[in-house]
C-alpha cells in the first residue's frame, strides 16, 4: 500500500510508483493518505508525522548555495520510506499542466523514480518507445538505506527541434516526464523567472561601482558552487 500527502507533486509521485508497478507486476498498489489508517506494510511517499515518528532525517530547506537537493530510500521495520526534499521558492502551479510543482526541488518524486530503476525500470527516450520495464509477479526490496544528493545542481538537457514540431503538445509532455524520470532538475526549473522577481530575489545581489565618474548600479545574479 502507498501513502502519500503533498498536493499535486505527491500526487504524481504515487500514480507514477502505482503505475510502474501495475505495468511491471499487473498488481495495483491501492493508495491512501496521512488522514487514512494503514497497517501492515507500506510505502511512506513524503514528509509526514510518520516518517518524523520513525526518525527519517529527510533533507530539506533552500538557499542559494542550491546544496540541499536530496533524498532518502530506507526501510524502517514494514515500512519503506522514499522521501526527499520538496521545499524551495514557492511557484505557481499550472492546473493544466500535470507536471507543474509547487516548488523547485522534487527529491519525493526523484526517489520514487530511483526505486523504481531498481526494480529494474529504464526510460531510454520519451515516450513509451524509450521505456524498458521487466516483467515479474513478485517484487521485492531490501534494506534499502539510501541517502542520496546530486553531484551538480542543475542538470539539464539541450535537444532541437524542426519548427514544425516545436508545438507539439504530445512531444512536450513526453519529454517533460522523460527528464523528470531521469531526475534532471534543468536551469530553468532551478530559477525560474518571475514577474515580480520574488522568486528570484535571493539570488539577486546589486553591484555598486563608478563609472566614468558616475554611480552605476548593476543587478547581478549570483550561484555559488
Known sequence: RGRRDGGQAGAVAAAELQTHVERISGAKLPLATTADTVAGPRILLGRSAETERLGIAIPSGFTPALAEEGYVLQVVGDALVAAGNDDGPALQEDPKDPYSFPTVYKGTLFA?????????????????FGT??????????????????????VRGFWYGLPASRRNNAQLTADMDLWMLRNRFLPYGSVLPSAGDGSVMAPFRKNK??????KRVVTNLLFVEH
Open 112 to 128: 520514487v523514480y530511483d526505486l523504481l530503476e531498481r526494480l529494474g525500470c529504464r526510460w531510454y527516450y520519451p515516450g513509451d
Open 132 to 153: 524498458c520495464l521487466p516483467e515479474a509477479r513478485d517484487l521485492a526490496v531490501p534494506a534499502l538505506d539510501v541517502r542520496a544528493k546530486p553531484s551538480f545542481p
Open 208 to 213: 555598486v561601482e563608478k563609472i566614468d565618474g
